[in-house]
C-alpha cells in the first residue's frame, strides 16, 4: 500500500468518528409523580401540577423574557404522572395541587433541568392549602 493510501484511511477514519460524535443534545425533560402524602404508595391522578420561576402570572406554557417569567400547567394522569420538556436548562420550582373537602391539598418540589437528562421529582400532597 502506497503513503498516500494510509494517510487518506486515516483520515478517514478520523472524519467518521468526529462526525459521528458532534451531535446536538438532548433538550432538559423532567417527569413529575404526585404521590398521596398520607398513603405514599397511592399515585394522585388528575392533580393540577405547575412548574414556574419568578412571579405565577399569565397562561399556562407564559413565557415574559423581560421579567423572567415561565410557567407551565398540567394534569397528571392515570399513574399520577405529568412530563414536561425545555429548551434550556434551569431550576424551577413545582408545585401540585388537588381539591379535597372543600379545600385543596397541596405539596411543592424543585426540578433540576440539564441537558441529556430527565428530573424524575416526586412531590407528596400532605398540606391543606387553607393552613399555609
Do not use: H, W
Not at 443534545?25 to 404521590?35: I, N, Q, S
Not at 398540567?74 to 395541587?97: H, M, P, R, Y
Not at 405539596?107 to 440539564?114: A, Q, R, S, T
Amino acid at each position: 500500500m502506497s503513503i498516500k493510501y494510509k494517510l487518506f484511511l486515516v483520515a478517514s477514519l478520523f472524519f467518521a468518528i468526529f462526525v459521528n460524535s458532534c451531535k446536538d443534545p438532548e433538550p432538559p425533560k423532567a417527569v413529575v409523580t404526585v404521590r398521596n402524602g398520607f398513603d405514599e404508595n397511592k399515585v394522585v391522578s388528575s392533580a393540577i401540577v405547575t412548574v414556574y420561576v419568578g412571579e405565577q402570572s399569565g397562561k399556562p406554557g407564559y413565557v415574559n423574557p423581560d421579567e423572567k417569567t415561565i410557567q407551565d400547567i398540567q394534569t397528571t394522569d392515570a399513574s399520577g404522572q405529568c412530563s414536561f420538556e425545555f429548551k434550556f436548562e434551569n431550576i424551577l420550582n413545582v408545585k401540585a395541587e388537588l381539591p379535597f373537602e372543600g379545600d385543596t391539598l397541596y405539596g411543592e418540589g424543585v426540578l433540576v433541568l440539564e441537558e441529556d437528562k430527565t428530573d424524575e421529582e416526586t412531590i407528596y400532597l400532605r398540606r391543606l392549602k387553607s393552613q399555609l
